[in-house]
């Protein structure tokens, strides 16, 4: 599975949720949907109950019980993505002013990409130059295993490596903007100590 996806994605999912509002008295529908290319991203639906993994265009997610865990994804008919969420996404940004996001994923207490995500690199660099892009953010993250500081040095590491290797594919060092937050923004809710390969990533958003 490519470990990438477009901030197109994460637009429209918050679009979709204010779209529900009217739908939300039955339950509530998550639905991916591609970019322009159409190409997929990854969300990752997450109740109390457990977690799906949402990474097929045109398949949703429905769920109502928070306390249960949330449903195998489905395939949704183009008229009811219509029906449902016409209004969210009929005000929708040009494509061409949206924000991409892409996420590089790291072995288990290293500064090592994944393969995946080495090989996506490339595109990465193919992007922020064919857009010209003068405003890169490149943010560091952790899982929950270990101490604090630990994973804020982690984290500063793993952003600061990927802007070294952008820097070294041609992208210019002032267009690069790095932060980091170990451990304090996962992108999957785990206990302390439990390690989660996706909160392992340096995520790359180019403007």
């Not at 599975?1 to 529908?29: P, T």
């Not at 398949?59 to 209004?87: C, M, R, S, T, W």
Request: glycine residues 6%.
């Amino acid at each position: 599975m490519k470990q990438w996806r477009n901030v197109l994605f994460v637009l429209i999912f918050f679009c979709l949720l204010s779209g529900c509002a009217a739908y939300r008295a039955k339950r509530d529908l998550i639905v991916l949907l591609p970019d322009p290319d159409g190409k997929g991203g990854v969300i990752t639906v997450t109740t109390k109950g457990g977690s799906q993994i949402l990474d097929k265009p045109g398949y949703g997610i429905e769920f109502g019980d928070l306390n249960k865990p949330p449903v195998a994804p489905q395939p949704v008919e183009e008229k009811k993505i219509n029906d449902v969420f016409a209004p969210a996404l009929s005000v929708l940004p040009d494509p061409a002013s949206r924000f991409i996001l892409f996420i590089l994923y790291f072995e288990r207490n290293t500064t090592k990409l994944t393969l995946e995500s080495n090989d996506l690199l490339a595109e990465v660099q193919k992007t922020i130059k064919s857009r010209k892009s003068n405003e890169v953010y490149v943010v560091g993250h952790t899982d929950l295993v270990g101490t604090e500081a630990y994973n804020d040095r982690l984290s500063s590491r793993r952003a600061n490596y990927v802007r070294d290797m952008l820097v070294s594919g041609g992208i210019k060092p002032k267009t690069l903007f790095v932060s980091f937050y170990g451990k304090a923004r996962p992108l999957v809710l785990t206990k302390d100590e439990v390690p989660e390969p996706l909160n392992r990533r340096v995520e790359v958003i180019v403007r």
